[in-house]
């Protein structure tokens, strides 16, 4: 198995951050009309800073696993909104690399050769967008 399927399925069968948050400041919903995907996220924050954020959801193993490294990260930046922005970049195409705390997410530049499932793996990454803008 590759590396690829291998981390994706590793957060898709035993998720850590994928339960409703008891105190959460916000939530927001995203749903991925061409598949059905459906996910909420629900954090804390200060300013654009992710002090705890979880998901519940259901859809494909490629979306849930997305939401749940997205969980896994986050918390880690200080500019949130820029990891979103290269992360969809590198799945659009964009020669991206992350390093060090962000690495896990090169995972996902596989799905530049699988436009259909693009979507399924950006759901979460446009969720959270909703939620900073």
């Not at 994706?8 to 598949?35: A, I």
Request: glycine content about 4%.
């Amino acid at each position: 198995m590759s590396l690829y399927k291998e981390t994706l399925m590793k957060h898709f069968r035993d998720p850590q951050f994928k339960r409703e948050l008891t105190n959460y400041q916000e939530m927001e919903d995203g749903v991925n009309p061409s598949c059905g995907d459906n996910i909420t996220l629900y954090l804390n924050k200060n300013d654009n800073i992710i002090e705890e954020i979880s998901f519940t959801g259901n859809g494909c193993a490629i979306s849930m696993a997305s939401a749940d490294i997205l969980c896994s990260i986050i918390t880690k930046t200080t500019d949130p909104k820029a990891v979103i922005l290269e992360f969809i970049q590198m799945i659009t195409g964009g020669d991206i690399t992350f390093k060090d705390d962000l690495e896990v997410l090169n995972v996902f530049k596989e799905m530049q050769n699988f436009p259909a499932r693009r979507s399924c793996a950006i759901l979460p990454w446009k969720t959270l967008e909703k939620v900073l803008s």
